[in-house]
């Protein structure tokens, strides 16, 4: 099946400063990727709907100044968390369809990373 | 908007039996996917069967059957012959047509498999 892969999978920073999540779809091209927040023992949380070479679309509530999207080809979507603090600490998760597979519905996800800002 | 909820948040079950995990939703749409995932300690969302609405036959992947029921809006999961592998969260998810590939999510069921 296709491969989405996501680095880093951990990354631990100091509050006040930005971290950037990177999404690859490995062996197809992602006009769109997604972006999840999950937190502890709870579900996916949509926060924002990546378009390759457009302004991402955010879910109500998501801040999209301290959550900047970008997809600037058509294998990388970015997620950075600007300022961060300890209230951002989470697990983000990408998916993204593969062309090769339309009409099913079916999304590939990357591994997640892991956030946590002290 | 569509709501997905999973009303059992922990199960378990034995080793090499049957457990079944509930799922309904809700939504206006006649067109749509339904899924169900499995998020292992490893986090990785992993894809364990699909339907589509317009289907009326249950699918099936080996150990991985649904209960799909259309007009009461419920799609269970039963798992046969329980391995201690399946131990994982368990998604159900919900997808339109026309959302542009959009889900949406349920709280999940932590299962439990026990040797």
């Known amino acids: 099946g296709a491969v989405v892969s996501q680095h880093p999978s951990r990354v631990i920073c100091k509050s006040g400063t930005s971290v950037k999540i990177e999404c690859r779809s490995l062996?197809?091209?992602?006009?769109?990727m997604f972006w999840y927040r999950q937190f502890p023992k709870q579900s996916l949380m949509l926060m924002a709907t990546?378009?390759?070479?457009?302004?991402?679309?955010?879910e109500q509530g998501v801040e999209k100044d301290k959550f900047l999207i970008n997809h600037a080809s058509l294998t990388l979507s970015t997620l950075t968390v600007t300022s961060a603090h300890p209230e951002d600490s989470s697990f983000y998760i990408c998916?993204?369809?593969?062309?090769?597979?339309?009409?099913?519905?079916?999304?590939?996800f990357g591994e997640g990373s892991r956030l946590t800002v002290l | 908007a569509q709501t997905v909820t999973q009303s059992q948040p922990e199960m378990s079950v034995q080793e090499a039996e049957t457990v079944t995990l509930s799922c309904t939703y809700d939504t206006s749409e006649s067109n749509y996917y339904l899924f169900w995932y499995k998020q292992p300690p490893s986090r990785q969302m992993i894809l364990v069967i699909r339907?589509?609405?317009?289907?009326?036959q249950n699918a099936t992947e080996n150990r991985f059957s649904v209960n799909f029921q259309k007009a009461a809006k419920s799609f269970s999961l039963k798992i046969s012959d329980s391995q201690l592998g399946d131990t994982a969260m368990y998604f159900c998810?919900?997808?339109?047509?026309?959302?542009?590939?959009?889900?949406?999510f349920g709280g999940g069921t932590r299962l439990m498999v026990k040797p």
């Open positions: 998916s993204a369809r593969a062309p090769s597979t339309p009409g099913t519905g079916e999304l590939f």
């Open positions: 339907q589509e609405a317009y289907k009326q």
């Open positions: 990546s378009n390759e070479g457009s302004k991402a679309t955010y």
């Open positions: 998810a919900f997808m339109t047509y026309n959302a542009g590939n959009m889900l949406t």
């Open positions: 062996d197809f091209q992602a006009t769109t």
